[in-house]
């Protein structure tokens, strides 16, 4: 069985990876990959710093939405960011308006007073990734987060005013929320 294989189907894929000029000075641009993706980094690096994304994730417009915006009276329009999709202002960055998709489950969910700032209450956040984490809503004045769901109620060693429950393969156990203890509850 001989088979050829037809040059000219990669002809198409060679000019695409041609090299642009770096904007900044006479290098070339190449493809890199890094952690949030692949980008094209000059190929003078570090004496040229300049990188382009590959992909857009800067919050760009995905459909308008034919809603006022609360603060300016503008469209709001559904927006793809770098953690995911959100309701932003169309006017943007006129406007800072944002919403986020996701509406609360149950308005009666309990409050737990922020143990390190005193102010805030924390709530249920999500990362880029999907994972659920809690943080205080007075962020970033406040970093305080814990990634377990937080329990009322005060460590018996350190006197620390949260705990967590954290499940393990024996049952579910209350710890403390204080990074230096986490004294699991008796």
């Not at 040059?7 to 060679?14: I, T, Y």
């Not at 590959?54 to 034919?66: A, E, F, R, S, T």
């Not at 998709?101 to 880029?128: M, N």
Request: net charge negative.
């Amino acid at each position: 069985m001989s088979s050829k294989i037809d040059q000219q189907l990669f002809s198409a894929h060679e000019h695409a990876l041609e090299h642009e000029p770096c904007p900044n000075c006479d290098g070339e641009l190449h493809l890199r990959h890094g952690k949030h993706g692949p980008f094209l980094g000059c190929s003078e690096y570090p004496g040229c710093d300049y990188i382009r994304p590959l992909h857009q994730n800067d919050g760009h417009v995905i459909k308008p939405l034919g809603v006022a915006c609360p603060s300016c009276q503008n469209e709001l329009v559904l927006r793809q960011g770098r953690y995911g999709m959100f309701i932003g202002c169309s006017h943007y960055p006129e406007c800072n308006h944002i919403e986020s998709l996701d509406e609360p489950e149950d308005d009666k969910a309990p409050q737990y007073a922020c143990p390190d700032c005193g102010k805030g209450h924390l709530i249920e956040r999500k990362t880029r990734f999907g994972k659920l984490f809690y943080a205080c809503e007075c962020y970033p004045k406040c970093k305080f987060a814990v990634n377990l769901p937080p329990v009322k109620g005060r460590c018996e060693e350190c006197g620390f005013p949260l705990l967590v429950e954290k499940k393990l393969a024996s049952g579910i156990k209350i710890q403390c929320a204080d990074r230096r203890c986490h004294h699991i509850q008796s």
